[in-house]
């Protein structure tokens, strides 16, 4: 008899581990004062800095965030879409439509295009143009300042084209999402001339 059931526990074992990769993630309850803080490098700005990001409204067409830089008193408004893609991240660029990197529900296996224009708005000038594929890969564990977590990872494989006249290059990037965080825990972005970073340094949810 304990054979038997143990025999079925184990054969239970691959069944879970699918059942999980099967799940679709579906898009993030983001609430007004959820907050994370991120470790970036060469992200936003040449190396090291501690940002902290505070939502401050959230509906079903716009995510606002006031992004402060940790040591520095200076708050700036940041916009994405109710997916977490990118429209008006810092600095004086927006992404039109948008980055496209997130689409929900999600699950393992998926892929799906990404096509976009960087610009300068304030000048109407287009800096570069983006097009490459997302996929879905599966969920692994992975261990950040914040902790550790199971998260389901993206890779995104683009080619980008400057608009000045010079050579496109290739950009590949890894994004680490974790459903419970309402976000991502960590980013790899590596180009031909520059790679960049983020880690989660600490997070925390409004539950009410």
Known sequence: ???AILGLLLAAVPVL??????ARIVKPEIRVGDRWTYRSTNLFAPGTHDVDNRVSFASDK???????????????????TPEWNAVKPLGEIMFRP??????????????????????????????????????VMDWETVEVPAGKFRAMRLELDSMVQPTDGSRGFRRQSTVWYV????????????TPKLNASEELL????NED
């Open 179 to 190: 459903p419970d965080v309402r976000r991502w825990v960590k980013v790899l972005i590596s």
């Open 62 to 80: 716009v995510i606002l965030v006031i992004t402060t830089s940790k040591g520095g008193d200076k708050e700036v408004d940041t916009s994405w």
């Open 98 to 135: 948008d980055s496209g990197v997130f689409r929900f529900p999600m699950r393992a296996g998926d892929k799906y295009a990404v096509n976009y224009e960087l610009l300068r708005p304030r000048l109407n000038t287009v800096l570069s143009k983006t097009t490459g594929a997302v996929t």
């Open 17 to 22: 581990g699918a059942g999980q990769s099967d």
């Open 202 to 205: 600490e997070y925390k949810l």
């Open 1 to 3: 008899m304990k054979r």
